[in-house]
């Protein structure tokens, strides 16, 4: 009988290829337990992944927008503000929870992607609750007024404390701010480039400010969820 011995550079990357598997079928566990997506959703989901190619990571994904749309429904919202849209997912997802008079307000620079999501808004029974700003979201932040009751970051991470301090001042006070990407797979642990720092910063941020009560989800790439003391 022939026995073998790893070494520890080759266990721990066995390690990680099994670490990954499981925790790919635990997501896959979690989506085929939560509420099914609607059909005009999924088709989102696979027409951004064709037109997109790679950059289709950037979907929220099931499990973070049904989070999202039940944050929203949860806390009652009538007005959402979104910096960063992509191609929409997240946007259907929040608006489906407001009411009939309700307001989405997603921000956005890439005309590519916002004519995708503007075909899918389209076709929703609530695309008429979503009101796009195309250009610079910090732009578009200086000319709004609050209270909005959720808002989601999801958008360059280097201006994310940027975003944090320009949104808070427009948060309801018993609204929400969803922050995506804050644990930025993995990389928060060991920051190499100039986004890695950007999350961390971030986070160290937040984490520090007395204003908020905050608390990070390990769900996919990490969400942190903020609101006033």
């Known amino acids: 009988m022939t026995t073998y011995s790893l070494s520890g550079d080759e266990d721990n990357e066995m390690l990680?290829?099994?670490s990954y598997e499981k925790m790919m079928q635990l997501e896959d566990y979690a989506v085929r337990h939560s509420t099914p997506l609607p059909p005009l959703l999924e088709e989102l989901i696979a027409t951004t992944r064709e037109k997109m190619g790679n950059r289709s990571l950037m979907l929220?994904?099931?499990l973070e927008g049904t989070l999202l749309q039940m944050l929203a429904a949860s806390v009652g919202a009538r007005r959402i503000l979104e910096i960063g849209m992509f191609t929409g997912f997240s946007a259907l997802m929040m608006a489906a929870a407001l009411p009939d008079?309700?307001?989405l307000i997603t921000c956005d620079i890439d005309p590519e992607a916002i004519g995708l999501a503007r075909s899918f808004f389209a076709r929703s029974a609530h695309g008429s609750k979503i009101d796009v700003r195309e250009g610079p979201a910090l732009d578009t932040l200086k000319t709004l007024e609050g209270p909005f009751d959720l808002v989601f970051i999801d958008a360059d991470k280097e201006n994310y404390i940027a975003y944090y301090e320009a949104a808070l001042p427009l948060l309801a006070p018993n609204g929400v701010i969803a922050v995506d990407n804050v644990?930025?797979?993995?990389?928060?642990?060991?920051?190499?480039?100039e986004s890695d720092h950007a999350i961390v910063a971030f986070n160290e941020h937040v984490s520090l400010d007395k204003r908020a009560w905050k608390v990070i989800l390990p769900l996919r790439d990490g969400v942190m969820l903020i609101r006033h003391k």
Do not use: F, I, K
């Open 101 to 103: 008079d309700g307001e």
């Open 60 to 62: 929220s994904g099931h």
């Open 183 to 193: 644990l930025w797979m993995g990389r928060v642990l060991d920051p190499t480039n």
């Open 16 to 18: 990680m290829a099994t």
